[in-house]
């Protein structure tokens, strides 16, 4: 299990230093990534969140990073694209999040370990994690036709991955850090402050029994 940002490409973007990556792709977050990658994570989660913020949230800076980096400092309720991905090694089958779902709820995996729990994550396809017994079934689809291919694990190594993929959230927040000071010194610990929120890492982590 991964998590996994929604990326584009990054052509013409010059406010820090980014990675070459193709449209509509998704880079895996860990700690282990480049500071090119790093940057592409920052830039696309601040991309995300390039909207008009309130006005009580203050007046918008006129200097072009300022500017880039408003939403993502000031918005209260934070959005980046992706979720968690599951991979069975066993048969290749892949269980992504859909579209419209965001890092940010990573935590509804919680719900599908529960007794009678699910969650959903996105659409087109319609991913689905429920609890049966003492087995989460991964179904790629729900809103497929015909039945398609499924994944089950025990509720026990779900929670396992669950936790694994926190760390890897954690990790790549502590490499972005790192980052933040060498490339954006006047804004770091905001931008740490805004990604740790946009990652739901302000709390921690208490999978269910």
Same mark, same amino acid.
Request: aromatic share 6%; glycine share 10%.
């Given at each position: ?27 895996? %977050? ?19 969140? =390039? ?28 959005? &980046? ?8 090694? &066993? ?11 965001? %890092?940010?709820?990573? @935590? ?15 659409? =087109?396809?319609?991913?689905? $994690?429920? @609890?049966?017994?003492?087995?989460? @079934? ?5 809103? $497929? ?25 954690? =990790? ?5 850090? $790192? ?8 804004? $770091? ?10 990652? =739901? ?9």
């Amino acid at each position: 299990m991964q998590p996994v940002l929604e990326i584009f490409a990054d052509d013409d973007f010059t406010l820090w230093p980014v990675g070459n990556h193709e449209p509509y792709g998704v880079l895996a %977050l860990n700690g282990k990534l480049t500071p090119a990658e790093v940057g592409t994570a920052v830039k696309r989660i601040a991309d995300c969140n =390039d909207f008009e913020p309130e006005e009580e949230h203050g007046p918008c800076p006129t200097d072009p990073l300022g500017m880039f980096l408003h939403g993502l400092l000031t918005m209260p309720d934070l959005f &980046a694209a992706g979720g968690l991905r599951l991979t069975d090694t &066993a048969t290749g089958t892949v269980f992504e999040p859909g579209c419209c779902n965001g %890092l940010e709820t990573w @935590r509804d995996w919680l719900d599908a370990l529960e007794v009678g729990g699910s969650a959903t994550f996105g659409h =087109d396809p319609s991913p689905l $994690a429920e @609890r049966v017994g003492g087995t989460v @079934r991964l179904t790629l689809d729900a809103e $497929a036709e015909s039945a398609g291919p499924v994944i089950e694990l025990p509720v026990d190594e779900v929670r396992a991955l669950v936790a694994g993929a926190e760390q890897d959230l954690r =990790d790549f927040l502590g490499l972005a850090a $790192a980052w933040a000071e060498q490339h954006l010194s006047t804004h $770091a610990a905001a931008v740490t402050a805004a990604l740790s929120r946009a990652l =739901d890492l302000d709390q921690d982590l208490e999978l269910a029994e």
